[in-house]
């Protein structure tokens, strides 16, 4: 059971590149999530969902795009990578309500 | 919206020491807090949660006091060690919706 998984770990993009953030569940979780969390800082929800093809805004969700195709991947797209965007992201997911499981995060530096 | 608070930002104590972390949220209707430990380079990780009907709760060295009343939880761990040394942010919940996090705390346990 690998729990949530995320790929890659590290990446490096330049000034208006895209990528995709990949997330990947093993649990039957219906609910899952993408923070942000900056050096130093807590974390803050960029977008969610609560099933396949639901997805919804969370705090900060300008320069990003999420699709739910099937209930075990929840991608993360950066259209336009800009600096401000250089964090750690982390994938969760839960079943209903109650305790998240994370990923390991993605480290993005964008240059 | 859900609001939550965490004190202290940092917080040092001596092995073999209790430490104590709290939270205060602003949503009365908030009815899970959980508690997730984060290493440096990992992604945070649950150690203890707890639900609204419950006013304690523990687990070995760790605990969870809830005053509903006051709107506040407070995490406690007896007995330091080096290897509790970590980022631990409280969140609350209310039924189905999202996590709410604290800004984390930072201890450090000095053999």
């Known amino acids: 059971n690998a729990g949530v998984t995320q790929t890659p770990k590290f990446r490096i993009l330049k000034i208006g590149q895209s990528m995709t953030l990949q997330c990947t569940q093993d649990?039957?979780?219906?609910?899952m999530y993408w923070y942000r969390q900056d050096p130093g800082m807590g974390l803050k929800l960029i977008y969610y969902s609560v099933g396949a093809g639901i997805t919804d805004k969370g705090e900060v969700p300008n320069g990003y795009n999420v699709s739910r195709s099937t209930t075990e991947d929840f991608p993360l797209r950066l259209e336009l990578a800009a600096p401000s965007q250089t964090s750690v992201y982390f994938c969760?997911?839960?079943?209903?309500?109650?305790?998240?499981?994370f990923g390991s995060g993605t480290r993005l530096t964008v240059v | 919206g859900e609001n939550v608070e965490q004190h202290p930002s940092t917080l040092s104590v001596q092995e073999g020491d209790s430490a104590v972390i709290k939270c205060t949220y602003s949503?009365?209707?908030?009815?899970?807090f959980p508690w997730y430990k984060q290493e440096l380079g990992k992604g945070p990780q649950l150690i203890i949660d707890?639900?609204?009907?419950?006013g304690e709760k523990k687990d070995q060295r760790i605990a969870v006091t809830l005053n509903k009343t006051a709107k506040h939880f407070s995490l406690h761990i007896t007995e330091t060690q080096p290897e509790d040394s970590a980022v631990y942010f409280c969140a609350a919940l209310k039924d189905t919706d999202k996590l709410i996090f604290g800004t984390g705390t930072r201890l450090q346990v000095f053999p």
């Open positions: 949503d009365s209707a908030s009815n899970y």
């Open positions: 707890i639900r609204s009907n419950v």
């Open positions: 649990m039957n979780h219906n609910y």
């Open positions: 969760a997911s839960n079943p209903s309500s109650g305790g998240y499981t």
